[in-house]
């Protein structure tokens, strides 16, 4: 996104927003009027504010000439870096001690603290965010409210889709967003908080009525130092203050069955709800049935139980929907209203989706991870009438430490394993895949292929597979992309796999 102003001005002086910023002090104009935020230079308009934010490849600061000549009014720069540094015509320069700390606090002022004005839902935790995410927002619908969903798979504002550029947006264009779903009429929110956003401050002064947390499972480890760290991220959005609803008592669901789970839980400010497969969780699934269109359950609530059926399949989507139905029991939402909504709920696009066919069974899932890949291949093992055969890579430019992890899950839980390129980014696909390989142990690799090109692994896989074996496609799930060094190209996993059972089918009927 990048450029934050829709609709009316919403005009404010810059000393106003400065009032929100501790340690701020400006030179020139303060009184300057700011129409708009932005922290990328190609999208200053006239009368902005131009962010200057040091990211991990380039220096805002170093475009402070170009947002001037767009009619920026104001900069905002980091101290230490404010020398030479000159307040535009009749405009002003902030200095501030953290240009992303900043850049939050003056969002929240510029849209008049959005957050506050909703029943905000953050999920955090490394999986099961986005279906989490998707589930409360559905049980938000079917109580009756008027919902907005920000996350992986789109960020929904009325009748209005955009595309993500991040799970969890930069500050601006989250206060945006919240702001503009205030202005649509909504009262709820669901939101996917990633350790990124809170470690980068995009979710700074956002009041969360619920927040919840999923699991912790290696991940991210390309940014995070170590996993000590990864859990200080996530912890943030239980302990710090500034995510606290303004009224009312905060409420927290939290998967007791994982130990980063239970530590949360013990700290965790306003009230905790558990919830898991354990019998000492406050919200318990018992008498699980898992099957390969549905799965089925009794949810054991505070207030009673209630059975559910739906149709995201799989032990990990039962821990999601526990995680939906804690969240909203906590917010006064009836069980019976919840229950609908996940029986209602369609399969959640690329995650365990199955791609529709009448001989063969493929299922394309976003398991990018370690742990991912192990839940969706022990689940695969479960569902399956003959063999499991897997298709997957790793992404480049990301946690190298996990490939030959992953190597190893895939080759000891499936029967027959295809290694293939991901988003290679800007590493040679042939060096990820060694990597992959590395990790499988000589006497399994007899049963495992390489096939530098996805689409023919794809192939591959489903051609070389039975009627009753079932096909699992990992690593993708709803992108439509694939990211090389030199370009990016369309590819889904859904519409090769969907194409080729479609030419296996119709060779059979002829």
Not at 158 to 167: I, V
């Amino acid at each position: 996104m990048g450029n934050c102003q829709s609709g009316p001005a919403r005009a404010k002086r810059l000393s106003t927003l400065l009032a929100s910023v501790p340690g701020a002090r400006s030179t020139g104009n303060p009184e300057v009027e700011v129409s708009g935020l932005a922290y990328d230079s190609r999208r200053v308009e006239q009368g902005w504010a131009f962010i200057c934010i040091r990211g991990s490849k380039t220096d805002g600061h170093r475009f402070i000439p170009e947002a001037v000549a767009k009619g920026a009014r104001a900069l905002v720069v980091e101290e230490g870096r404010e020398a030479g540094v000159r307040p535009p015509a009749g405009g002003a320069v902030a200095i501030v001690p953290e240009s992303r700390r900043a850049m939050a606090a003056l969002a929240r002022a510029f849209y008049d603290d959005p957050s506050s004005r909703l029943i905000l839902a953050g999920v955090t935790g490394t999986n099961g965010k986005t279906t989490t995410a998707l589930m409360i927002d559905s049980i938000f619908r079917a109580a009756g409210h008027t919902s907005g969903l920000i996350g992986t798979l789109e960020y929904r504002i009325g009748a209005r889709t955009m595309r993500p550029l991040h799970t969890t947006p930069e500050a601006v264009d989250l206060q945006h967003l919240l702001a503009d779903l205030v202005a649509e009429g909504a009262t709820h929110a669901a939101i996917e908080v990633s350790s990124h956003a809170l470690e980068l401050h995009r979710v700074d002064g956002c009041r969360f009525a619920v927040a919840v947390f999923t699991n912790l499972t290696p991940e991210h480890l390309d940014f995070h130092p170590d996993m000590d760290h990864y859990l200080a991220a996530k912890r943030r959005l239980f302990e710090d203050t500034q995510h606290l609803p303004q009224e009312g008592e905060r409420v927290n669901a939290v998967n007791i069955d994982d130990e980063a789970g239970a530590a949360i839980a013990r700290t965790a400010l306003g009230r905790t709800l558990t919830y898991g497969l354990s019998a000492s969780a406050d919200c318990c699934a018992e008498q699980i049935e898992l099957g390969p269109e549905e799965s089925r359950f009794l949810a054991r609530l505070p207030g009673g139980t209630i059975p559910i059926r739906m149709r995201p399949v799989g032990r990990f989507n039962i821990y999601n929907a526990m995680a939906a139905l804690a969240a909203c029991y906590g917010l006064g939402i009836e069980a019976e209203v919840a229950a609908r909504a996940l029986e209602q709920m369609p399969p959640v696009r690329g995650r365990f989706e199955r791609v529709p066919a009448s001989t063969r069974t493929v299922l394309v899932d976003y398991a990018h991870s370690p742990d991912g890949l192990a839940h969706a291949l022990e689940t695969a093992r479960q569902l399956s009438r003959g063999r499991v055969v897997v298709v997957f890579g790793c992404g480049g430019d990301r946690d190298r430490r996990k490939r030959p992890v992953m190597g190893e899950i895939a080759s000891r839980l499936a029967d027959r394993c295809v290694v293939t390129s991901d988003n290679p980014r800007g590493e040679q696909p042939e060096a990820i895949i060694e990597e992959i390989v590395a990790g499988i142990p000589a006497e399994r690799r007899e049963r495992c292929s390489v096939e530098l090109d996805r689409g023919e692994a794809i192939r591959m896989a489903i051609e070389g597979a039975g009627e009753d074996d079932l096909v699992l496609i990992a690593g993708k799930g709803h992108e439509d992309y694939q990211i090389f060094a030199d370009r990016t190209i369309h590819f889904d996993d859904r519409e090769t796999a969907a194409k080729v059972l479609r030419e296996i089918e119709g060779d059979q009927d002829a």
